[in-house]
């Protein structure tokens, strides 16, 4: 699963990636600070199954802090896109493509409307913020539009002639963005799209097919940064009422890498996703004055008014809310502990409408193959190939040798 993180130039986008991540990239205060697309790690966070059993787990992936799991997820950060990037303006062209691969979007932007639709800076309340919101849509549908529409005329010319199904040659022409033959099969249908004649489909038409593809195949969640600039959280509640269907998190991004750094250094004990922090003793000799103002500054405006900064919030809405997400365990019914003593080491994140036997065909394809039963670790029950898992389920998979 990859996450990709996109928005306008000078957004914080970069920083809201690296607050995730802590990888090593480039922060400016100026249009296109990121050419190619950073890449890192970021971590969703889930309770720890195994305090269940009085336990603590051991990741070989990721960590555990307090009484929660981090899971990794890929992440991509790509350079700001600009009002008419499916055109190719401000490089768009190749930034668009290097979203292809993305399962998910977090949408960041400067909820405060300190940033203009060319990526400049300017005054808090000179720009509305729900333009950025209709502006980056638009520019994905005509995205989707421009690959749907390519050789349009022949492909569905063809699609008539050879009497081929429209939604097996749909998916195989897009399938480079994640669509598939149920996806478009039930778009079509939705629409009322004529399938035995494609060709006669209009501009509006296809636009819509566009669009529905583009909101299946790439869910996106918004990220409202800067949260602590004056008239930011009045901003976010008129955001909320004006897009009452999308996901919108309020985050400061700023706060969380300055947090997440200070405790990487040992100075704080901070959980991500957490509404507070405690200075540690080493904190308490190393921090000077000025830097505790400053951490003092971050819990009363960000951890305490909005119960967190938002970055860890985001990140799990978008896996667990928006793509629905499961994390699940493998272990053992009579032990959890791998043959190097690891207390449930390994974490999938399987899709909605998982069964057993995805499960196993995770795990090994030898045990998918092989499958016999399945074991649920808390219940002690056994269940077949179709049982459908849950999130944070600990399952055994019994295969045949």
């Given amino acids: 699963m990859i996450v990709g993180i996109v928005g306008k130039a000078n957004v914080g986008k970069s920083t809201f990636f690296k607050s995730s991540t802590l990888a090593d990239v480039e922060i400016a205060n100026y249009p296109f600070a990121t050419i190619k697309p950073n890449e890192g790690v970021g971590y969703v966070k889930v309770n720890d199954p195994a305090r269940d059993f009085e336990k603590v787990s051991n990741p070989r992936n990721g960590f555990v802090l307090k009484e929660f799991r981090f899971v990794p997820v890929q992440m991509i950060d ?30 960041v932007i400067a909820v405060a409307g300190t940033t203009n639709d060319k990526g400049e800076p300017i005054a808090p309340g000179s720009y509305d913020p729900a333009n950025d919101v209709k502006f980056l849509e638009l520019e994905l549908d005509l995205w989707y539009l421009g690959i749907l529409k390519k050789g349009w005329d022949k492909f569905s010319r063809t699609v008539v002639q050879e009497k081929g199904q429209i939604h097996m040659a749909l998916s195989k022409q897009l399938s480079g ?93 901070y959980v991500p996703g957490d509404n507070n922090f405690t200075i540690t003793s080493l904190g308490e000799e190393k921090l000077n ?113």
């Fill in 177 to 269: 963005l994640g669509v598939t033959e149920d996806m478009v099969e039930d778009i079509v249908d939705k629409l009322g799209l004529d399938k035995e004649k494609p060709i006669q489909w209009t501009d509006d038409e296809l636009m819509n097919l566009a669009i529905n593809l583009r909101k299946r195949t790439k869910p996106m969640l918004i990220a409202c940064n800067k949260i602590d600039v004056p008239g930011a959280a009045e901003s976010l509640e008129k955001l909320k009422l004006e897009f009452p269907d999308r996901i919108f998190v309020g985050c400061s991004a700023e706060s969380e890498l300055a947090l997440r750094e200070a405790a990487k250094a040992g100075l704080v004990e």
């Fill in 289 to 401: 004055e000025r830097q505790k103002q400053a951490l003092g500054f971050i819990k009363t405006n960000i951890l305490d008014k909005f119960q967190g900064t938002g970055v860890q919030t985001a990140l799990d809405k978008a896996v667990f809310e928006l793509l629905k997400y499961m994390a699940i365990f493998p272990g053992g019914v009579s032990k959890l502990e791998d043959s190097e003593g690891r207390c449930l080491p390994d974490c999938f994140l399987m899709p909605p409408n998982t069964t057993a036997l995805d499960f196993a065909y995770k795990l090994h394809t030898d045990f998918g193959k092989k499958f016999i039963c399945a074991k649920d670790v808390r219940t002690k029950r056994t269940v077949g190939k179709e049982h459908p898992l849950k999130n944070l389920d600990i399952f055994e998979i019994v295969a045949g040798r």
């Fill in 78 to 107: 790509v350079a700001g896109l600009v009002p008419g990037a499916h055109e190719g303006k401000g490089m768009g062209n190749a930034f668009l493509d290097d979203l292809r691969q993305a399962d998910v979007l977090i949408h």
